[in-house]
């Protein structure tokens, strides 16, 4: 039996250590309620169940699907139960993206924000962490492009008939990596077939046609021989199968980025289509008709306002850009047949 403890205070002698009468189960029911355990809530059935939704969205690209299907998994291992805490998560983000621009701190605060969206609406999540807080801004960096002589210096790099194509498709027309990189050898029959000068674009965001220089068309359709119409023309060094694979999801980035090298230059794989877009305005005066020929919206003007059909850019973009390929192509380069 523990032995009675007092306490002189002015009033008297206190008995410390009387036992407590029991709380009121009421009581305590109360005090429960007042500050509840949150619930453990999987991030991974959060995701899930937001792609699932996403997939029935009808705007929503393939493309656009995989992409969030290859950044979730990010978050995901950081965050095995969603956090409640708005400082957990800005923490997070401070420390893991930490590059110039803020560009991907930007895009992971996004896809989070949607998470949590989803957990309140779905999940029945406390609240959002992220409501009501600025996103991270992005700080534009200056614009970084070839010159003429640079691009030629790139041009002199090419090794194959692979990398021309790629670097013709990328720096002579302004195309995306991934453009390039999806380009099958039935869209370059067809465009043959046509004799319009066109090609099926398969873009970032839609499929759409655009004009091509017949020498590049010629050069892909060299690429193109032999190989089934569902399949990529630009193909990487792998073999497998006594074949070469097609280029993969970082194959163009790669390629490009070789060449960069080879030549002693440091871009990168955007700055080509930076480099298209700039020598042509420059060469026209024309920003718009350099936003057109990329295929990228113009800032305030759009299809419903300006009929623009691809064939127009045909011309355009022989006068305009073609020049300076066949400039950088003066000097023979003896490249091996694929």
């Known amino acids: 039996m523990v032995p009675p403890i007092f306490m002189n205070t002015p009033k008297g002698q206190v008995f410390m250590n009387a036992p407590q009468p029991p709380k009121d189960p009421l009581q305590q029911i109360l005090e429960a309620l007042k500050s509840p355990e949150p619930p453990s809530i999987s991030t991974a059935a959060v995701v899930e169940s937001l792609l699932k939704f ?17 950044r979730f998994p ?22 893991e993206f930490t590059g110039e621009s803020g560009r991907y701190k930007q895009t992971f605060f996004g896809y989070m924000n949607e998470i949590f969206k989803h957990a309140v609406l779905r999940f029945h999540f406390p609240k959002n962490p992220l409501d009501g807080i600025e996103p991270p801004t992005i700080t534009h960096k200056p614009i970084k492009t070839l010159t003429k002589e640079q691009f030629a210096e790139v041009y002199f790099s090419i090794q194959d008939l692979t990398e021309k194509a790629a670097w013709e498709l990328t720096g002579g027309h302004g195309w995306r990596q991934v453009e390039a ?28 046609y655009g004009p091509i220089l017949q020498e590049t068309l010629t050069l892909l359709s060299e690429l193109a021989k032999n190989l089934p119409d569902n399949e990529p023309v630009l193909r990487s060094r792998r073999i497998r199968g006594s074949k070469r694979q097609p280029l993969g999801e970082d194959g163009m980035a790669q390629l490009i980025e070789r060449l960069y090298v080879r030549a002693g230059l440091d871009f990168k794989g955007h ?50 850009w073609c020049a300076t390929i066949r400039i950088a192509g003066q000097r023979q380069l003896e490249l091996p047949v694929e």
Request: charged share 30%; glycine share 4%; aromatic share 8%.
């Open 54 to 70: 996403k997939k029935n969205f009808r705007h929503i690209k393939p493309s656009s699907m995989a992409t969030y299907s290859k």
């Open 74 to 95: 990010c978050i995901i291992k950081r965050f095995e139960y969603l956090p409640y805490s708005t400082d957990e998560v800005l923490d997070w983000l401070d420390s």
């Open 181 to 208: 990189r999806r380009s099958t050898a039935g869209d370059v029959r067809q465009a043959l077939s046509n004799s319009n000068s066109l090609i099926l674009i398969r873009g970032k965001h839609r499929d759409e």
């Open 271 to 320: 700055d080509t289509r930076r480099t298209f877009a700039t020598l042509v305005k420059k060469a026209s005066g024309d920003e718009c008709l350099a936003m057109r020929l990329i295929r990228d919206r113009l800032q305030g003007v759009n299809d419903r306002y300006i009929d623009c059909p691809p064939s127009d850019l045909v011309v355009s973009l022989e006068r305009y």
